[in-house]
């Protein structure tokens, strides 16, 4: 027959055990190294890691990253090159970082080469690139795409890339510039250089929407910034200069607010240039609507066009 202490010890025990039973299961946020001069892979190591989790990254890493994530295991990931690691992509059919699916996933502090696109983003949301680099790959710097939704890009250089620096594809959401939060665009800044590419340095197209501020986009082969076929833009407080077309260009029925008709936040002053771009300042053709400031946009061609049943409400 048990005595009574022993029939209180299993009590406590089986309350204990009711309770485990109902607390979820957390996984512990964990830190990952990868040296690929040492013989690591990206590949290797992601196979191992959890929602959560940063990859410090050290030395060259010659792969293709390739991350789908149906089921939220890469959410909150971190890849950290801590502003010394490159990946290079050594297959140009395919990207040298493709995420698909992923949630408030970061890539930060790598330079990016190689492969077809740089980084890519389908269906991602919430995925920060901040403090990288991206130059040399076969085709776009960044693309986000396929609905992608507040992504944001800041801190970083996307250069000497052959095709576009930027694009924002497939009525996806993208901040330049600065950061995800409330109020980010005064606070929260993070200025890009997005120079040199041989086509558009900011593509916005397919009914995409960008929010550009606090950039310098210079001296890429086609028009500065496009937005293009039903998309919206809000581009202020940047530099946009030497660019081979236009300075900025809207298009398609789409919708650009050059910052605002007064005051002094990033995202009302308008846009600034010391060197003439190729053709105007500011484009606007086939029933797109702008407003807000010039600013100091200009062209060798002119300050600004506007054609084709478009129409515009901007002051200097």
């Not at 991602?124 to 130059?135: E, N």
């Amino acid at each position: 027959m048990r005595s009574i202490p022993q029939k209180r010890s299993c009590f406590w025990i089986l309350a204990v055990l009711a309770v485990a039973m109902n607390v979820p299961s957390v996984s512990a946020q964990a830190m990952k190294h990868v040296n690929c001069d040492q013989g690591d892979t990206l590949a290797a190591t992601l196979q191992s890691v959890h929602s959560g989790d940063t990859v410090t990254i050290t030395g060259t890493c010659n792969e293709n990253v390739l991350i789908t994530d149906p089921t939220g295991r890469y959410n909150g990931v971190t890849l950290d090159g801590q502003g010394t690691a490159t990946i290079f992509g050594p297959d140009s059919t395919l990207n040298v970082i493709e995420l698909t699916g992923v949630s408030a996933f970061t890539i930060r502090g790598l330079t990016i080469t190689g492969g077809n696109d740089g980084i890519a983003i389908n269906t991602g949301s919430i995925v920060a690139i901040d403090t990288v680099v991206v130059q040399g790959v076969g085709r776009h710097g960044i693309h986000f795409q396929r609905g992608s939704s507040d992504g944001y890009v800041v801190n970083s250089t996307v250069q000497n890339n052959p095709g576009n620096g930027i694009v924002i594809n497939e009525n996806s959401y993208v901040r330049v510039g600065f950061t995800d939060g409330v109020g980010a665009s005064q606070g929260a800044t993070g200025p890009c250089v997005i120079q040199n590419n041989g086509g558009y340095g900011i593509r916005v197209q397919r009914g995409a929407s960008a929010r550009v501020y606090t950039n310098t986009i210079s001296y890429n082969g086609n028009n500065g910034i496009n937005i293009e076929s039903a998309s919206y833009a809000e581009v202020a407080s940047n530099v946009i200069e030497g660019n081979t077309k236009n300075g900025v260009a809207v298009t398609e029925n789409s919708t650009l607010h050059l910052g605002n008709p007064s005051g002094i936040k990033n995202e009302d002053m308008p846009n600034t240039a010391s060197v003439l771009n190729g053709q105007f300042g500011l484009s606007v053709s086939w029933g797109s609507f702008v407003s807000g400031r010039l600013g100091t946009l200009n062209g060798t061609s002119g300050v600004s066009t506007i054609a084709h049943d478009s129409n515009s409400n901007i002051t200097p």
